[in-house]
């Protein structure tokens, strides 16, 4: 088995380049989505959020309001660093659980979006970093996702920078171009990853 970690800033593309590579026949295994799974109604990672936060962040369905608890977060580090110490235990033991799943032969790629933040590199045989400009990223986040040019230069700032990525990557995407640009990155970056499975 290839352990992969995939990384990229927010707005970088990174998840595109996860759906392409799990097209080429990775397992993909996404922290975001794994995330957003163990804080779900009913699950015990909500109930402790709840209990960190208080029922502001939730919406009137019983759900997680994201954006008002991201607002949060994100303007205090401290408020961060308490989200993640309920949350990233959770995602471990589900991502251990996918790992114990996947066949032995398998090229498995961990979407991580905060890899470099979290000094997590060394964890995997190989680093992909996908890389935009920050300009690209913020138009991005700004047109794509409705953000608001405060909230979204928020969320960059809160995570790593470009070079800090970069220096810990074995692989780097540049997604600053064109879809075709991307797919012809990934398709190399497979047959890479297939002859290091192969070694």
């Known amino acids: 088995m290839l352990k992969v970690g995939l990384t990229g800033g ?3 593309g990174k998840s595109e380049v996860a759906r392409r590579l799990a097209e080429h026949g990775a397992v993909v295994i996404d922290a975001d989505r794994i995330a957003r799974e ?6 015990p990672g909500l109930a402790a959020v709840v209990a960190e936060f208080g029922a502001d962040v939730l919406l009137p369905s019983g759900a997680l309001d994201r954006e008002r608890l991201g607002r949060i977060v994100f303007a205090d580090p401290e408020r961060l660093a308490a989200l993640n110490a309920i949350v990233h235990p959770l995602v471990a033991e589900r991502t251990k659980r996918l790992m114990d799943e996947a066949p032995d032969d398998a090229v498995v790629v961990h979407d991580v979006p905060l890899l470099a933040e979290n000094g997590l590199a060394s964890q995997y045989d190989e ?25 979204a230069r928020a969320r960059m700032s809160a995570q790593a920078s470009r070079e800090g990525r970069r220096a810990v990557a074995t692989h780097v995407i540049d997604n ?3 879809l075709d640009a991307l797919k012809a990155q990934v398709d190399a970056l497979w047959y890479a990853l297939t002859r290091r499975q192969g070694d």
């Open 176 to 178: 600053s171009g064109s």
């Open 10 to 12: 927010i707005g970088s």
């Open 38 to 43: 163990v804080v779900e109604p009913g699950t």
């Open 127 to 151: 680093v992909v970093v996908v890389d935009a400009p920050e300009d690209v990223q913020l138009d991005r986040l700004v047109a794509r996702r409705g953000m608001t040019e405060e909230d």
